[in-house]
């Protein structure tokens, strides 16, 4: 067996696992593909499916299970905070206001990493930050690509409708004056993985009298090509 770690059940399971890549496939196709014995690769097969790292298709096929994805997720998250730094630091220092992303957990949506302006009246959003879901311009960028179902449910109680979703898409950024808070305006764009999914959202934040009633004419392509950035930086790791 090519690639042998010397970890012999292992190297079998990653065979399996490797072969699934290609898409569903019965035992008889894992034996020819693997070149493993049949009981082999049944036993791996149906012990990497406990692990749920193998499931089953409606016709009972073998497929990549969802804990894949969950890993995947998770090293795709850790690639996203390291680049997450540098990129928000430059946002805030083009953009002169403070510089934040979101994640979304749920019904809230967490503050995971910022760059604070230095001095002055600003907007600070401490990392860690459970904000709702219902305000703001990273919600509605959170929010604007789910799918139907989970859209229109989450714009119940929302401060922002269907038609400013709507808008948010079109653009492909989104803004928001004194939604989440009375005198804080924002300005937002989505970051997406390796699916093109919304994993994120950048923002920068400020006091209305700077940001003005229209936040995105002064910094819409500013946070567009940050979350660009961040967007290529997850991808690239993929």
Known sequence: ?????????????????????A????LAGLVTATGLAR????????????H??????MQGRFILGPRLQELASAAGEDRLL???GPVLAALRDHTGESAQLYRRQGDLRVCVA???RMSGLRDTVPIGSALPMTAGSAAQILLAWEEPDRLHRGLQGARFTATTLAGVRRRGWAQSVAEREQGVASVSAPVRGPNN??????SVSG????????PGRLHAQSVVEAAARLSEAVKRGS
Do not use: C, F, W, Y
């Open 197 to 202: 999914r919304v994993i994120a959202g950048v």
């Open 114 to 116: 910022a760059a604070e």
């Open 52 to 57: 749920r790292l193998v499931s089953r298709d």
């Open 39 to 50: 009981p082999t690769a049944h036993r791996l097969a149906v012990a990497l499916e406990h």
């Open 207 to 214: 006091p209305i009298e700077r940001l003005t009633r229209q």
């Open 82 to 84: 390291a680049a997450a």
């Open 23 to 26: 898409g569903p496939t019965t």
């Open 1 to 21: 067996m090519d690639n042998s770690s010397g970890v012999g059940v292992l190297d079998k399971a990653a065979v399996v696992l490797s072969a699934l890549e």
